[in-house]
């Protein structure tokens, strides 16, 4: 728990650092440095997938990529969400009233988030399993063994079914795939809006300087993570820069909207009510984002992915690589918590 003693010295430093003028320059000359930054971030993976593909190493080159964004995200989540609501509702303002004493809420409102994105993917799982991509969901599941002797029978029929079956799988694929690029993106959005409201409605010039260079960083690396599975998701052109476009203006707009609610309520960032809502909503963000970094990134593509599970030394090498991207994504956003 924070403590709520406040030393005369940190007291003294905290009022030369508030400066309302210096801090409003620099937040002016966030918003657009953040934006570049995460426009740069989110536009590299899908620029590199539409360069490879068609050539022979695209499927590889964006499956590395998606394991470092799934490193990137399931870092994001618990190194810096996750800490920083604990952090929020154990401020003294907060865990020194009820019902924020009695109860670990940011541990709650997380698994809430956990549960929730778990419901959101059961549902739309059921509903592509009903559409079946088509035309193919009331095909019954045949053995390879048993598939192989069919061939042998009866070519025509069970060749032409074979392909329908494979071609609805892909269209399953790839439906799933855009749902964890849009389930993403919204738990990424709940995040940033949150890192740009904090910002925004903070008096603090000695705070806001070096959070606009880690901030930078950090909108690079978690651009990199969602584009990632934006790119693999196979959208059409104008929902791909939609998606890039809400991205990167989120925590600019954030920024915008923190100092509208200073300028209106005159509540910094260490309100009781603000850090409430930061805690809340940053563990409901959290939640969310460890669920789909494990369960739809991490376990989908290192369990499920036949270019992973193939038992041959380019499968077992590029399994390698995968595990080495997602190990270096989670690595260089972690490091970037010594800053922000």
Same mark, same amino acid.
């Given at each position: 728990?924070?403590?709520?003693?406040?030393?005369?010295?940190?007291?003294?430093?905290?009022?030369?650092?508030?400066?309302?003028?210096?801090?409003?320059?620099?937040?002016?000359?966030?918003?657009?440095?953040?934006?570049?930054?995460?426009?740069?971030?989110?536009?590299?993976?899908?620029?590199?997938?539409?360069?490879?593909?068609?050539?022979?190493?695209?499927?590889?080159?964006?499956?590395?990529?998606?394991?470092?964004?799934?490193?990137?995200?399931?870092?994001?989540?618990?190194?810096?969400?996750?800490? #920083?609501?604990?952090?929020?509702?154990?401020?003294?303002?907060?865990?020194?009233?009820?019902?924020?004493?009695?109860?670990?809420?940011?541990?709650?409102?997380?698994?809430?988030?956990?549960?929730?994105?778990?419901?959101?993917?059961?549902?739309?799982?059921?509903?592509?399993?009903?559409?079946?991509?088509?035309?193919?969901?009331?095909?019954?599941?045949?053995?390879?063994? #048993?598939?192989?002797?069919?061939?042998?029978?009866?070519?025509?029929?069970?060749?032409?079914?074979?392909?329908?079956? #494979?071609?609805?799988?892909?269209?399953?694929?790839?439906?799933?795939?855009?749902?964890?690029?849009?389930?993403?993106?919204?738990?990424?959005?709940?995040?940033?809006?949150?890192?740009?409201?904090?910002?925004?409605?903070?008096?603090?010039?000695?705070?806001?300087?070096?959070?606009?260079?880690?901030?930078?960083?950090?909108?690079?690396?978690?651009?990199?993570?969602?584009?990632?599975?934006?790119?693999?998701?196979?959208?059409?052109?104008?929902?791909?820069?939609?998606?890039?476009?809400?991205?990167?203006?989120?925590?600019?707009?954030?920024?915008?909207?923190?100092?509208?609610?200073?300028?209106?309520?005159?509540?910094?960032?260490?309100?009781?009510?603000?850090?409430?809502? #930061?805690?809340?909503?940053?563990?409901?963000?959290?939640?969310?984002?460890?669920?789909?970094?494990?369960?739809?990134?991490?376990?989908?593509?290192?369990?499920?992915?036949?270019?992973?599970?193939?038992?041959?030394?380019?499968?077992?090498?590029?399994?390698?690589?995968?595990?080495?991207?997602?190990?270096?994504?989670?690595?260089?956003?972690?490091?970037?918590?010594?800053?922000?």
């Amino acid at each position: 728990m924070a403590s709520c003693a406040t030393g005369t010295e940190a007291a003294i430093r905290a009022a030369a650092c508030r400066d309302g003028d210096a801090a409003s320059h620099l937040k002016l000359i966030s918003v657009l440095v953040i934006f570049l930054t995460s426009v740069l971030g989110i536009s590299g993976p899908v620029l590199l997938a539409r360069y490879f593909h068609g050539k022979p190493l695209y499927d590889k080159a964006v499956l590395v990529i998606k394991c470092f964004a799934a490193g990137v995200i399931l870092s994001t989540s618990l190194v810096h969400v996750l800490p #920083e609501a604990f952090e929020s509702l154990a401020d003294c303002q907060v865990s020194s009233r009820h019902p924020w004493k009695d109860f670990p809420f940011a541990g709650l409102v997380t698994l809430i988030g956990v549960i929730t994105a778990l419901l959101v993917d059961l549902t739309a799982s059921e509903h592509m399993g009903h559409d079946g991509g088509g035309g193919g969901g009331g095909m019954e599941y045949i053995p390879v063994g #048993e598939a192989v002797g069919g061939l042998e029978m009866k070519e025509g029929k069970f060749g032409a079914d074979l392909e329908i079956q #494979e071609s609805n799988e892909e269209e399953i694929v790839k439906m799933k795939q855009r749902l964890v690029s849009q389930v993403l993106e919204i738990g990424i959005i709940f995040h940033s809006v949150i890192i740009g409201v904090t910002m925004g409605m903070s008096q603090n010039q000695c705070t806001i300087r070096p959070l606009i260079a880690a901030l930078s960083f950090h909108q690079i690396f978690e651009g990199l993570g969602l584009g990632g599975c934006i790119a693999q998701a196979g959208f059409k052109a104008g929902t791909v820069v939609y998606m890039c476009l809400m991205f990167a203006v989120t925590t600019p707009l954030g920024i915008v909207l923190g100092m509208m609610i200073f300028a209106a309520t005159g509540f910094d960032d260490k309100n009781p009510n603000a850090l409430i809502m #930061e805690g809340l909503l940053g563990s409901l963000s959290s939640g969310i984002l460890i669920y789909m970094a494990l369960v739809d990134l991490i376990a989908l593509d290192f369990f499920h992915n036949k270019m992973l599970t193939t038992a041959t030394d380019s499968g077992s090498k590029l399994k390698k690589l995968c595990f080495v991207a997602l190990v270096l994504g989670s690595a260089s956003m972690s490091l970037l918590a010594l800053w922000a």
